[in-house]
């Protein structure tokens, strides 16, 4: 049987007195893709947030390669496999590419080295400027140094909240591709969080939708490609 990295019930969490997530359940499966997607402020980020351990849920349960995770501090959560590229990617702008990477491989200090390697050869453009800026790289380069952080700490699960933010088409294609051979090569889950549906849709396994911090659809992503419910609201297609 498939084995569930990420196995979550019935999860709430909000903001002060304001609940948004309201009962979210949602797996992922060792080596799949899954996405979320649905409309602005419908909660994808905040369930990113609460697995990740940087916002406590209010109830519910979340458990990571089918250990009870809840307890966990952020920093343990990295340990054990989970990672976060979050939503505005979050550099050292006034750092370099390489310290940014360096500082995603702080609990796997060990082997720095390989993972750099690692992230370089998944991301030559990264390898190239080593020494340069964060802040002076284009969008598509910050989002891969953002992911090449995050895959510095040998996750399990990969999580990346809006890929495709602000970025050219072209740039999109490119960094998709290179998360499935990611996938491929390192066997790891990825759970992407997508504003553009027809991208989330083609390279993911499965998908959930979210709207008003409830999941209002789930199933395979081919079989959501041809709802036409789905390809009516998040499609544009008639
Ligand atoms: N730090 C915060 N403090 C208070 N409310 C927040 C905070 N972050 C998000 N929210 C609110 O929570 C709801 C869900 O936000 P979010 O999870 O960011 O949605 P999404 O990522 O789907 O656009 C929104 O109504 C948003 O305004
Ligand atoms: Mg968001």
Same mark, same amino acid.
């Not at 750092?95 to 609990?107: D, F, K």
């Given at each position: 049987?498939l084995r569930r990295v990420l196995d979550v019930r019935e999860l709430s969490a909000g903001?002060?007195?304001?609940?948004?997530?309201?009962?979210?359940?949602?797996?992922? =499966?060792?080596?799949?893709?899954?996405?979320? @997607?649905g409309s602005n402020g419908s909660g994808k980020s905040t369930f990113l947030k609460v697995?990740?351990?940087?916002?406590?849920?209010?109830?519910?349960?979340?458990? @990571?390669?089918?250990?009870?995770?809840?307890?966990?501090?952020?920093?343990? /959560?990295?340990?054990? &496999?989970?990672?976060?590229?979050?939503?505005? /990617?979050?550099? @050292?702008?006034?750092?370099?590419?390489?310290?940014?990477?360096?500082?995603?491989?702080?609990?796997? /200090?060990?082997?720095?080295?390989?993972n750099l390697e690692r992230v370089y050869s998944y991301f030559p453009e990264l390898s190239?400027?080593?020494?340069?800026?964060?802040?002076?790289?284009?969008?598509?380069?910050? $989002?891969?140094?953002?992911?090449? /952080?995050?895959?510095?700490?040998?996750?399990?699960?990969?999580?990346?909240?809006?890929?495709?933010?602000?970025?050219?088409?072209?740039?999109?294609?490119?960094?998709?591709?290179?998360?499935?051979?990611?996938?491929?090569?390192?066997?790891?889950?990825?759970?992407?969080?997508? $504003?553009?549906?027809?991208?989330?849709?083609?390279?993911?396994?499965?998908?959930?939708? @979210?709207?008003?911090?409830?999941?209002?659809?789930? &199933?395979?992503?081919?079989?959501?490609?041809?709802?036409?419910?789905?390809?009516?609201?998040?499609? =544009?297609?008639?």
């Open positions: 049987m903001y002060g007195d304001v609940e948004v997530l309201k009962g979210i359940s949602l797996y992922v =499966n060792e080596g799949e893709v899954v996405a979320i @997607f697995v990740a351990g940087v916002l406590k849920p209010w109830g519910g349960t979340v458990h @990571f390669l089918e250990e009870h995770i809840d307890p966990l501090p952020p920093e343990e /959560r990295v340990r054990r &496999g989970v990672a976060l590229a979050a939503e505005g /990617r979050r550099l @050292f702008m006034g750092m370099s590419v390489e310290e940014n990477l360096i500082l995603g491989g702080w609990t796997r /200090r060990s082997r720095v080295k390989e190239e400027k080593r020494k340069t800026l964060a802040g002076d790289l284009s969008g598509g380069q910050q $989002q891969m140094l953002s992911i090449g /952080r995050a895959l510095m700490s040998e996750p399990r699960l990969l999580m990346i909240d809006e890929l495709s933010l602000g970025l050219a088409p072209a740039v999109v294609d490119r960094l998709a591709h290179i998360l499935l051979t990611v996938r491929e090569k390192e066997k790891i889950s990825l759970l992407l969080v997508e $504003q553009e549906v027809s991208l989330a849709l083609e390279v993911s396994d499965r998908a959930y939708v @979210f709207d008003l911090g409830e999941v209002v659809d789930e &199933g395979p992503s081919e079989e959501l490609l041809r709802r036409d419910s789905i390809r009516k609201t998040y499609l =544009n297609v008639l």
